[in-house]
């Protein structure tokens, strides 16, 4: 048996909301639903792979490629994951240092590996700016067209990185949906590949819970601050501590803290009301541009999280999250307003948890 093929891990993908299985070569981004797709695992063709040899080498994004659905040998890459874990008076991963300047390139990385093995020769997607300087680089990288369709607030910081690239860049009048639906509109009309908040860009961030797992010597904190945009971060490094678990790296799960700005705060709120599905908004508009997602792809899975990890929602306001952002700077992490509303909700909290840590997403420069 081939362990490198996916074909040898990989069950299938399975909608999160109705359990339909869609074979693993299809090419499908939603279920016939709406509900977000998720891959499904053999775990135990997984632990076979995870001896001593593999436990031994450094902690870097593709030492996980076992928990990823593509070949590795297929893989495009520019150094991404392999991040720092500092300790300040709680711990906090600075994803700040990867190629594009944020956490996006973990997901690229494994998105633009799988597009190549399905045959795509485009690209497309919707970004308030991260993903799409991240899907820009790895799209050049791999000799894949590229189209990024960005709503009008998206910071002109981040539009100069995206269009250092060359690949086209369409601004769309209104928000993040109405990009999204413009990206939705071109892939089904010209077969590009949809590049985003999808299955495969999830199992590419799950990377970071598995750094996180490892440099604490596969004992996780008790709390996992995380900001919450699309929900897709969150929801994978809950996926990632639910697989560790299954196979036996780790003993306990996190408890998951989702940070969002009041100003935007689908999932938050559904939390805080114990709905069981998030309620879209409308008219949203917070200095953290990058978690501006009034209707989050991924909000059902990141609500998921918090709940099933006894987790805690949490919002913040614009004033928090700018002094959040100031504190860090006088530390030393230059991050993106963002990049800093994890940390704002553990200053709100800190005094109630113990054994924390905060995932600090984006570098200032792009703010």
């Not at 891990?9 to 299809?26: A, E, T």
């Not at 609500?303 to 004033?319: F, R, T």
Request: aromatic share 10%.
């Amino acid at each position: 048996m081939n362990v490198l093929n996916p074909a040898t891990r990989v069950r299938g993908l399975k909608c999160f909301l109705c359990g339909r299985m869609y074979d693993f070569q299809d090419i499908v981004f939603r279920c016939e639903c709406g509900g977000s797709l998720v891959v499904a695992y053999d775990y135990s063709a997984i632990r076979k792979v995870l001896n001593e040899e593999w436990k031994d080498r450094c902690v870097e994004h593709w030492k996980y490629w076992p928990f990823y659905p593509v070949d590795p040998r297929n893989k495009v890459s520019l150094g991404e994951g392999g991040t720092p874990l500092l300790k300040d008076e709680v711990l906090l991963k600075n994803e700040t240092v990867n190629h594009t300047g944020s956490f996006k390139d973990r997901g690229s990385t494994v998105e633009i590996t799988r597009a190549l093995e399905l045959g795509a020769s485009e690209v497309v997607c919707a970004s308030t700016g991260n993903m799409g300087a991240s899907v820009a680089v790895y799209s050049r990288r791999a000799n894949l067209k590229c189209k990024i369709f960005v709503p009008d607030f998206a910071p002109s910081h981040k539009l100069k990185q995206i269009e250092s690239t060359g690949v086209e860049v369409i601004r769309v009048k209104g928000s993040y949906t109405d990009a999204l639906k413009r990206s939705v509109e071109y892939y089904e009309k010209y077969g590009s590949y949809l590049m985003g908040d999808y299955p495969y860009r999830g199992e590419g961030e799950k990377s970071i819970g598995f750094e996180i797992a490892e440099q604490l010597d596969w004992k996780p904190p008790q709390y996992l601050f995380v900001p919450i945009g699309n929900g897709t971060l969150i929801s994978s490094c809950y996926k990632a501590f639910v697989e560790m678990k299954e196979t036996g790296l780790i003993r306990k799960m996190p408890k998951f803290v989702g940070v969002q700005a009041r100003n935007c705060n689908p999932v938050v709120d559904a939390w805080e009301r114990d709905l069981d599905r998030v309620e879209p908004q409308k008219d949203t508009r917070t200095v953290a541009t990058a978690i501006n997602c009034p209707d989050p792809l991924d909000g059902n899975k990141a609500l998921y999280a918090l709940k099933n990890s006894d987790g805690i929602g949490l919002c913040v306001s614009e004033d928090e999250i700018l002094e959040a952002k100031k504190i860090l700077g006088r530390k030393g992490f230059y991050v993106e307003e963002a990049g800093a509303v994890a940390y704002a909700g553990w200053l709100k909290i800190r005094d109630e948890v113990k054994s924390s840590l905060c995932i600090l997403t984006g570098h200032g420069l792009k703010s």
